[in-house]
């Protein structure tokens, strides 16, 4: 399992797939923490949003970065499926973090250390969304959509109902309570939950049906 961590570790950071994805992420940190009157916790939902978005490319970007043969070799290696998406979303969830880390020390300076409280909550709030992120971008990556238009069409819509749609409750009311000054406590921890159950769901469904399709 580490070992195909380190494997995707070191294969995102050779394609250099990461990029555009960490640009998207820190000129949304740039915009955001520029009034350090601002509060706090609003802001954090707009980077925990981001942060969802950048974790469902990361996911796409690193299953997509290996064709089908390099595919299988490394399969050979992993031996089987359950490792090989497992060490996918351990190595998102890790960039993930090191956002998320990056997201909270830059609020913190802006802020001039006045909000700690939040931060543990807020930190909750980012790996939450980062969760769901990879559970959007496994389904859309190349092990189950063949065409890469498909992959950012079918993407981009779910990231759209998940974030904007008050219907599909998985992260909307939890992002809802934190940019409208309401009890932020019960909507994170519901969110973490749940967005945990769905990428342990999406990560067991697609590992199956790739099995049967190789």
Not at 26 to 54: N, R
Not at 66 to 95: F, N
Not at 168 to 186: G, Q
Request: aromatic share 6%; charged share 10%; net charge positive.
């Amino acid at each position: 399992m580490l070992a195909v961590t380190r494997y995707n570790l070191a294969l995102l950071g050779h394609s250099q797939r990461y990029v555009p994805g960490a640009l998207l992420f820190l000129a949304v940190l740039s915009i955001q923490y520029t009034f350090p009157t601002s509060p706090p916790v609003p802001e954090f939902a707009v980077s925990a949003a981001t942060l969802m978005i950048v974790s469902c490319w990361l996911t796409i970007a690193l299953l997509d970065v290996e064709d089908p043969v390099q595919r299988l070799v490394t399969l050979s290696h992993a031996r089987k499926w359950w490792p090989l998406i497992t060490g996918v979303v351990l190595t998102v969830l890790l960039c993930a973090a090191a956002m998320t880390v990056v997201s909270e020390t830059w609020s913190v300076v802006e802020h001039h250390n006045g909000f700690t409280g939040s931060l543990g909550l807020s930190a909750l709030a980012h790996l939450s969304c980062a969760a769901l992120g990879i559970a959007i971008g496994l389904p859309c990556s190349r092990l189950l959509v063949a065409r890469a238009g498909w992959t950012v069409i079918s993407a981009l819509v779910v990231l759209g109902l998940v974030i904007l749609s008050r219907w599909i409750p998985l992260v909307n009311p939890m992002l809802s309570a934190m940019t409208n000054d309401k009890p932020i406590e019960e909507p994170i921890l519901v969110a973490t939950v749940v967005c945990a159950v769905v990428l342990a769901l999406s990560a067991t469904t697609v590992g199956t049906l790739a099995r049967r399709r190789s």
